[in-house]
T-cell receptor, first 112, second 114 residues
Framework: QKEVEQNSGPLSVPEGAIASLNCTYS??????FFWYRQYSGKSPELIMF????GDKEDGRFTAQLNKASQYVSLLIRDSQPSDSATYLC????????????FGSGTQLTVLP | DGGITQSPKYLFRKEGQNVTLSCEQN?????MYWYRQDPGQGLRLIYY???????QKGDIAEGYSVSREKKESFPLTVTSAQKNPTAFYLC?????????????FGQGTRLTVV
């Protein structure tokens, strides 16, 4: 079982719709969760991080964390064509100084 | 402006040749990392360093070497022992590794074997 799993997609949504991206992780003790956006040929850029159960909102983005079910999700409201990118979920393993473990990413396309 | 600078942006390596990828940061971050990304895949950790003169292997360290002689610099050498080096290499840094801190990435180096 992969440590961090994401649906690879591609996921297509129409402009203005809500895009929902999901991520599950295997280590129940994980404490920190991050969403990165990566445009084709570019490096990842941080969108949001979440540490506590529940929702965290930042503009059009909402991160949701459910530690009991070991999943974290990212909602993008009012999706725009500029949101078309690959979204990487990252988890920090517990109890170590290791860096983030990344999922393979979900490719999102927002159709005009 | 503070940030992470990787160079070169594109690099071509001949068979059997060692090449070094540069990574410099002026964010005063303690920790630095090297990741490899293959097409359609996520990031895999090669090496990481929490302090100067100390570094640890990641998940795919074979065929790679690093040094951390200065806080600002963390160069990666891809040796001839790495049999499939063609990939996108990303350097990252963070303030600390043991706390809830995010990583910031450089612009990447695309390495191709010719």
């Amino acid at each position: 079982q992969k440590e961090v799993e994401q649906n690879s997609g591609p996921l297509s949504v129409p402009e203005g719709a809500i895009a929902s991206l999901n991520c599950t992780y295997s280590d129940r003790g994980s404490q920190s969760f991050f969403w990165y956006r990566q445009y084709s040929g570019k490096s990842p850029e941080l969108i949001m991080f979440i540490y506590s159960n529940g929702d965290k909102e930042d503009g059009r983005f909402t991160a949701q964390l459910n530690k009991a079910s070991q999943y974290v999700s990212l909602l993008i409201r009012d999706s725009q064509p500029s949101d078309s990118a690959t979204y990487l979920c990252a988890v920090r393993p517990p109890g170590s100084a290791r860096q983030l473990t990344f999922g393979s990413g979900t490719q999102l396309t927002v159709l005009p | 402006d503070g940030g992470i600078t990787q160079s070169p942006k594109y690099l071509f390596r001949k068979e059997g040749q060692n090449v070094t990828l540069s990574c410099e940061q002026n964010l005063n971050h303690d920790a630095m990392y090297w990741y490899r990304q293959d097409p359609g895949q996520g990031l895999r950790l090669i090496y990481y360093s929490q302090i100067v003169n100390d570094f640890q292997k990641g998940d795919i360290a074979e065929g790679y070497s690093v040094s951390r002689e200065k806080k600002e610099s963390f160069p990666l050498t891809v040796t001839s022992a790495q049999k499939n080096p063609t990939a996108f290499y990303l350097c990252a840094s963070s303030l600390r590794t043991a706390e809830n801190t995010e990583a910031f990435f450089g612009q990447g180096t695309r390495l191709t074997v010719v």
